[in-house]
């Protein structure tokens, strides 16, 4: 009875005593906290450019979602006894990279960017997500929960397009641009940091994916980013 207690009490084994594991998600809570805040720092610029008042609030409330997810990012990283600036840190010269190669040139196609660009990233980690500890992925899917925008981007793109047709051609082009980038982006980042790449191949009692299925997540990618030009009126 005694020995069933104490193995009652003993400690379960968790994901997080693997090493590897560990540094993985530390780097996919840095890369996840580094996209939010620099969300929120281009959809602030974004901001300025917008037409009226009505839109420069709506696109401001974009912000400060993507600034409050990254706060739950930054809550997770310390409660793992991280800094979150260092975990941040390896992930600055991408995605500054990626903004300095697709710096929209309007409102419109700034609108298209956090639209799709949002979209396309919230896939990518919620394919990751599914080969994660259960407190990691559930707050993974929580920080890329829908900001409830969507449908005043969509409306803006469309009601453009009404306006002027040759809009639609531009936007696709840029739309096109916008999905090149962004996977090429990702695949470096993975690519680059050993660790997340061990994470997303398999960690601690999880099969990971093999390269048939990285192969078929790419492919769920850009299908749903076809369905999101789609909703926006544009040619994928």
């Not at 009226?52 to 793992?80: G, N, P, S």
């Not at 600055?92 to 697709?102: D, G, I, K, V």
């Not at 407190?135 to 803006?156: C, D, I, M, N």
């Amino acid at each position: 009875m005694a020995q069933k207690d104490a193995q009652q009490d003993s400690p379960q084994p968790s994901a997080f005593d693997d090493p590897v594991y560990r540094t993985g998600v530390v780097e996919l809570l840095g890369v996840l906290a580094y996209g939010e805040i620099s969300a929120c720092e281009r959809l602030a610029d974004d901001a300025k450019m917008a037409p009226d008042l009505h839109t420069k609030v709506e696109v401001a409330a974009m912000a400060v979602a993507e600034f409050q997810h990254f706060e739950l990012l930054r809550d997770r990283l310390l409660e793992l006894g991280e800094d979150p600036f260092e975990a941040m840190a390896p992930f600055t010269a991408t995605f500054e990279r990626f903004h300095r190669q697709t710096a929209p040139s309007d409102w419109l196609e700034g609108l298209v960017k956090a639209y799709v660009g949002d979209g396309l990233a919230s896939d990518f980690y919620r394919e990751v997500a599914s080969y994660l500890d259960p407190h990691t992925r559930e707050l993974v899917l929580e920080t890329l929960s829908g900001t409830g925008h969507s449908k005043f981007v969509v409306e803006q793109v469309r009601a453009a397009i009404a306006a002027d047709h040759r809009v639609a051609g531009r936007l696709a082009l840029w739309g096109r641009r916008l999905m090149g980038e962004a996977l090429s982006q990702a695949q470096m980042v993975v690519a680059e940091r050993d660790a997340l790449s061990a994470v997303i191949v398999g960690g601690i009692d999880q099969p990971g994916m093999d390269l048939a299925a990285i192969g078929r997540m790419f492919t769920r990618l850009t299908e749903a980013h076809a369905e999101r030009m789609d909703a926006l009126g544009l040619a994928a």
